[in-house]
Antibody, heavy 120, light 108 residues
């Protein structure tokens, strides 16, 4: 059973870069067939997919965020990362990492989420 | 972009059936997934490939698609089913994911 845990600063100043880490257990970021995603959810609102890393090295991003997003992986630490640059208050949300092995059409493992607030 | 629509709320009495609709276009070319989210918790997958249940999800949960509407049906609703429910599709052409705005299920 894959388990995911988000970590990182919970308060980020406007115009700076939001950086989060997802630590994976029960699965390997180096395993073929795994998709590693980031999503977010502003308070009281719905879910938004941010982007995804596939074990082959391929990344895909939500077009609305693509210019500001980087997703990378450190297979030696079994972690993957989210960087979101030039943040504003609109980026305040609970950020989730999620994964899927096999067909990529849904997310079956989720982290518990990390509330990140953008404020000066 | 792909738009999914959901009613903000659905209310049912315990023991009855809840039908939670999700509107979209061309469902036939996409698979629909559903997530349950309770306050302060991460979403939990309750349905995938339109009508398949993950292990551990009660048989009371079922999914269907008719025309431009996907529906999550919860039979014999229990108080513990009270939650927000989100539908989601994957656009394989653009390799993008879209979520509906969510429906709050209230058990009266």
């Amino acid at each position: 059973q894959v388990q995911l845990q988000e970590s990182g600063p919970r308060l980020v100043k406007p115009s700076q870069t939001l950086s989060l880490t997802c630590t994976v257990s029960g699965g390997s970021t180096n395993s073929g067939g795994f998709y590693w995603s980031w999503l977010r959810q502003p308070a009281g609102k719905g879910l938004e997919w941010i982007g995804r890393f596939f074990a082959s090295g391929t990344t895909n991003f939500n077009p609305s965020l693509e210019s500001r997003v980087t997703i990378s992986v450190d297979t030696s630490k079994n972690q993957f990362f989210l960087n979101l640059s030039s943040v504003t208050a609109a980026d305040t949300a609970v950020y989730y990492c999620a994964s899927r092995s096999g067909d990529p059409s849904f997310f079956d493992y989720w982290g518990q989420g990390a509330l990140v607030t953008v404020s000066s | 972009s792909y738009v999914l629509t959901q009613p903000p709320s659905v209310s049912v009495a315990p023991g009855t059936t809840a039908n939670i609709p999700c509107g979209g276009n061309n469902f036939g070319s996409k698979s629909v997934s559903w997530y349950q989210q309770k306050p302060g918790q991460a979403p939990v997958l309750v349905m995938y490939f339109d009508s398949d249940r993950p292990s551990g999800i009660p048989e009371r949960f079922s999914g269907s698609i008719s025309g431009n509407t996907a529906t999550l049906t919860i039979s014999r609703v229990e108080a513990g089913d009270e939650a927000d429910y989100f539908c989601q599709v994957w656009d394989s052409t653009g390799d993008l994911y879209f979520f509906g705005p969510g429906t709050k299920l209230t058990v009266l």
